[in-house]
């Protein structure tokens, strides 16, 4: 049994890295979906090359995603979230708010990077996410093809996971980190609003010592079917100060009379749109 991590996850095979830096190609004997990019492993060799995962280490964190019928994992031991957003294709808030509220839940802190920045509409999109730098979190302006200097720093002593909208440039990113990653860029699909999707698998490079970065398929969607409503509510932090406040203990911030949280967003304290996001994801869990 040799110890080593999942660098890479092609659905039911996976690269795992061992400790002295041998790539192991492995299948496992679960089912497929139970193993993570990321994921720390003991695996058996069963040829050159080869191998079977037989365990998984305890994980710090998870990323994953779900809807009604199945999840679908997308990094494990992460300890950061960089949400690549762009100007073109428009910024999709609802994907954004979904992305924030998974890494609340699963203790990642989170990073929205706005690549593109040198695009004219990017002055529209940097006045969007100023509302989410007011509540805290951490938003950098970049241009990939150009300078990567703003994000760098974000990145040192990190585990990071790279999510967001196909087109976004994310497989940009990649390339100017680590040279010869030979990630294939998207073209941008003007029609559709929406890029092409490129990135088939999941894939952890190491830019260093100590920070890492995974990068992931381009997402469209983002489901939190495994947060019941509290832990929904809990993972919108701006909520969390009105929670418990309600008419009614068991208020679900949509309809109800006396309601704390839309209350605040009457004043202002918390946005109609980030609300809004909130209010879908309860009634999707709920059909």
């Excluded at 808030?93 to 509409?121: F, T, V, W, Y």
């Excluded at 990567?148 to 909208?165: A, C, D, I, Y």
């Excluded at 976004?168 to 699909?189: C, D, F, Q, W, Y």
């Amino acid at each position: 049994m040799l110890g080593g991590q999942v660098v890479a996850s092609f659905g039911r095979r996976f690269l795992v890295e061992l400790a002295d830096a041998t790539i192991l190609d492995c299948v496992t004997r679960g089912r497929r979906g139970e193993i993570a990019c990321g994921d720390r492993v003991s695996a058996a060799v069963r040829g050159p090359g080869q191998g079977v995962i037989e365990s998984v280490a305890p994980r710090t964190t998870l990323l994953y995603r779900s809807d009604a019928v199945q999840q679908k994992l997308v990094a494990a031991n992460v300890t950061q979230i960089v949400i690549v957003v762009a100007p073109v294709p428009t910024v999709y808030e609802d994907l954004l708010n979904r992305c924030l509220a998974a890494a609340g839940h699963g203790g990642m802190s989170a990073l929205i990077a706005l690549n593109k920045s040198d695009l004219p509409q990017a002055a529209a999109a940097l006045e969007t996410l100023d509302g989410y730098r007011k509540l805290g979190y951490s938003v950098v302006a970049l241009s990939a093809k150009r300078d990567l200097s703003p994000l760098q720093p974000h990145l040192r002593n990190h585990t990071s996971v790279l999510v967001g909208q196909s087109g976004m440039g994310k497989s940009t990113i990649v390339n100017a980190l680590v040279p010869g990653a030979a990630v294939r860029v998207a073209e941008i699909s003007a029609a559709l609003d929406s890029g092409r999707h490129t990135t088939t698998h999941t894939r952890l490079y190491h830019l260093d010592a100590s920070s890492h970065l995974i990068d992931s398929p381009g997402l469209q969607e983002f489901g939190l079917h495994h947060l019941d409503r509290d832990e929904l509510a809990h993972a919108f932090f701006e909520f969390r100060q009105h929670l418990g406040q309600c008419r009614f203990r068991d208020c679900r911030h949509l309809t109800e009379p006396g309601c704390a949280v839309a209350a605040a967003c009457k004043r202002g304290e918390i946005s109609q749109r980030r609300l809004e996001s909130y209010r879908n994801l309860v009634n999707e869990s709920e059909r």
